[in-house]
Each structure stands twice: as C-alpha cells, then as structure tokens.
C-alpha cells in the first residue's frame, strides 16, 4: 500500500483546511487509518484514527471536537478535516494504515509522506 498525503498548506488561526490520503491497491478497506503529526522538535503523535467501514472513529484529546476523520472506502482516501486551528496544530501531519486498531507508531504498517500545515497565529 502506497499512501499519498495531500491538502496541507498556511492558514490563520482558527481557519479550516482538510487533508487528504489517498492509498494505492485494492486492500485499502482491510486497515484502519490515522493520522499523526509531528512538530519542531517533538515526537511524532496520534491525531485520529478510523476503523476499516468507518464506524468507529478515534481522537488525541488536544483535537477533539474540532478535527473530524473519516474515509470513503470506494476512492481509497482518508480525509482529516481540521477546524478551529491553533498555532499548536503546526506540524508535519502524516496518514498511516494499520491492521489493528491500536494507533501507535510501531503498530504502522504503511506511512504516507507527510504534508505541512502552518498555522499562523
């Protein structure tokens, strides 16, 4: 599986963006999706995960009620919707694709590149 992360970009604090990840092959539905992120100078972390239907979604609780995951099985693609962004929301946002639902690094089977959101503040 070949993941390709996308939608990053500048944006003001509190304004929206959405990424995007889009999986090659045809098992994409066979793995539970994420996304993490990592800042300057930090560890790479959880953001959201959503389980292989889509039925069962997942939070850090730094973006809880203000980021949404979601998946659209037929397209291969993870979106992460993100709202009321904070100057802490900078970073380096990276989709992956597990077989469990566990969000954790080491349990990544597949990561995307990464794409960057700024946010100014």
């Known amino acids: 599986v070949q993941l390709q992360a996308s939608g990053g970009g500048l944006v003001q604090a509190g304004g929206s963006l959405r990424l995007s990840c889009a999986a090659s092959?045809?098992?994409?539905?066979?793995?539970?999706m994420g996304w993490f992120r990592q800042a300057p100078g930090k560890e790479r972390e959880f953001v959201a995960g959503?389980?292989?239907?889509?039925?069962?979604?997942y939070y850090a609780d730094s973006v809880q009620g203000r980021f949404t995951i979601s998946r659209d099985n037929a397209k291969n693609t993870v979106y992460l919707q993100m709202s009321s962004l904070k100057a802490e929301d900078t970073a380096v946002y990276y989709c992956?694709?597990?077989?469990?639902?566990?969000?954790?690094?080491?349990?990544?089977?597949?990561w995307g590149k990464g794409t960057q959101v700024t946010v100014s503040s």
């Open positions: 959503i389980t292989w239907s889509g039925g069962s979604t």
């Open positions: 092959g045809r098992t994409f539905s066979r793995y539970v």
């Open positions: 992956a694709a597990q077989r469990a639902v566990m969000f954790t690094e080491d349990a990544t089977d597949y």
